[in-house]
């Protein structure tokens, strides 16, 4: 018998027992247990402690103490899919299998993971040695395995819809998926060193590098062409993106627009205007920006909240701006909100103008807007079966905490850690079949048409349309509760 020590970052531990031939998975298991939370187990040298090997095959010896590492519980979301970062660092994946919702084939590969990437149809899972394993939709990202003895050392990983892009450590890039969406960086391969950081639209790259400089790849009607002001791309320091076109402001406050002219990549028409700009905000093809002054300048396609002129004069002493696909919505420092684009998705709040006060926070699913208020309230706006008509759960929307949005559904978390959902069915809008276990919530995530929810136990509660990862069944042992993957693994 082997006695030894597992403890908690905390200094909580407890003492055990054990035959010298354990494997560490059912070592680590019995630690879990009995400390009440999932963790990653490591030896006294900070190594990785699992499988079938055993206690003494990995060096163990009576008297060592190992630490059980626990983290929150992180999800991801694709278009129909979700992941989750367990708390022993391993990954759980549900939804649609071929998108991203089936990560069993690489398992065995799955551990120590610190971040998890989605493009629309797959993941890519940074571990903490800096490789990178992906799964989903070949085609979209899902296999690097073309790129695998590249992806070493990985910092960051950044996606478009069908393709990724990894930031290594000495700031070259590897990428991989569909080449016309961003997965072929070879014509800029050169280019790429010293990268900083990267941005995305749905089919292309911009990555920013040390020297404030700016890389494009990708499909150039989506801004992966940005040679017609490269000249002007210096000392850039943040990217926003909307669909099909790029904004960079640059460490003056100047912007710099570029791809698709009608959506959002040609600012000449505002370019006396784009002077001390703080941030930007995009629609599906429109950009917003927000000056030192408070003020706000928009472009890009009229359809999705370009024109702004008929509200010009109320865009004064705005603190942030939020968009749905064709609207925005601008809040004032005085708690007011002020908004424009098309009316039908949130461009129109006049129904609702005299409860638009003391707003602190704007959420915003593709067509619809919600407003949370100081005391908790909260108010919509847009299309009524896509979230802007919350009447049905308006005297539950008390002591908002927060709110997270799919594409056509609201989930709020109250202050007692309960959910109260509306919007459209189909993309989670209706969480009455979970309503029960919607206890204790610490976050919600969304794919496009479903919801997920962390609990205090991490244990993971899912609802909306059952093929967009709204359906978590199939891995309901790995999403339990610590008391309850006990208890089922015991049956």
């Known amino acids: 018998m082997i006695r030894i020590t597992v403890a908690l970052m905390s ?20 630690a879990q247990f009995l400390l009440g939370v999932r963790g990653r187990l490591l030896s006294p040298g900070g190594g990785d402690l699992h499988g079938d090997t055993t206690l003494v095959q990995a060096g163990v010896q009576s008297g060592d103490i190992l630490t059980l590492h626990t983290r929150p519980v992180y999800l991801a979301a694709a278009d129909s899919a979700f992941s989750a970062i367990l708390s022993d660092g391993t990954i759980v994946s549900w939804g ?115 020297n404030g400089e700016v890389v494009t790849w990708g499909w150039a009607g989506y801004g992966g062409d940005s040679q017609a002001v490269h000249g002007q791309l210096k000392d850039v320091q943040r990217i926003q993106a909307a669909q099909n076109a790029f904004a960079a402001i640059s460490k003056d406050g100047s912007v710099v627009t570029w791809g698709n002219p009608s959506r959002g990549g040609d600012s000449r028409s505002v370019l006396e205007q784009l002077s001390r700009v703080t941030h930007i905000q995009a629609s599906e093809s429109a950009f917003a920006a927000l000056r030192e002054d408070g003020s706000v300048v928009t472009w890009g396609h009229d359809g999705y909240g370009a024109d702004s ?27 007011s909100v002020v908004t424009w684009g098309n009316p039908e998705n949130g461009g129109c709040s006049e129904e609702v103008k005299s409860e638009l006060t003391d707003v602190h926070a704007i959420q915003a699913t593709n067509f619809a807007f919600a407003a949370v208020r100081t005391d908790g309230s909260v108010v919509t706006w847009g299309n009524p079966s896509r979230g802007g008509d919350s009447k049905d759960v308006h005297e539950q929307l008390q002591h908002v905490q927060q709110i997270q949005a799919s594409a056509g559904a609201f989930a709020a978390i109250l202050a007692d850690g309960s959910v109260v959902t509306w919007g459209h069915s189909s993309c989670g809008g209706d969480s009455t079949s979970v309503r029960k276990q919607l206890n204790n919530v610490q976050q919600v995530q969304a794919s496009r048409f479903a919801f997920a929810a962390v609990l205090d136990d991490a244990s993971v509660v899912t609802w909306g349309a059952a093929g967009g990862g709204g359906d978590s069944s199939a891995v309901r042992e790995d999403l339990a509760g610590l008391a309850m993957m006990f208890s089922l693994k015991n049956r």
């Open 309 to 335: 002129s008929a509200i010009r004069y109320q865009l004064v002493d705005v603190r942030e701006i939020q968009a749905t696909a064709s609207a925005f919505a601008a809040l004032r420092h005085d708690g």
């Open 96 to 210: 649609y299998p071929g998108n991203g919702g089936d990560c069993r084939s690489a398992s065995a590969h799955l551990r120590n993971v610190q971040q998890v990437q989605a493009s629309q149809f797959a993941f890519a899972a940074l571990r903490g040695d800096g490789s990178v394993v992906t799964w989903g939709n070949s085609a979209c990202g899902g296999n690097c395995s073309k790129v695998a003895c590249q992806l070493k050392q990985v910092r960051e990983v950044q996606a478009t819809s069908l393709a990724f892009a990894a930031i290594l450590r000495d700031g070259s890039v590897v990428t991989w998926g569909n080449a016309d969406y961003g997965g072929d960086s070879s014509e800029v391969q050169d280019l790429l060193q010293d990268v900083r950081e990267i941005q995305a639209s749905e089919a292309a790259f911009a990555a920013i590098l040390a």
């Open 11 to 30: 200094g909580r531990a407890v003492d055990l027992e054990v035959v010298r031939n354990i494997p560490l998975g059912e070592l680590s298991r019995r």
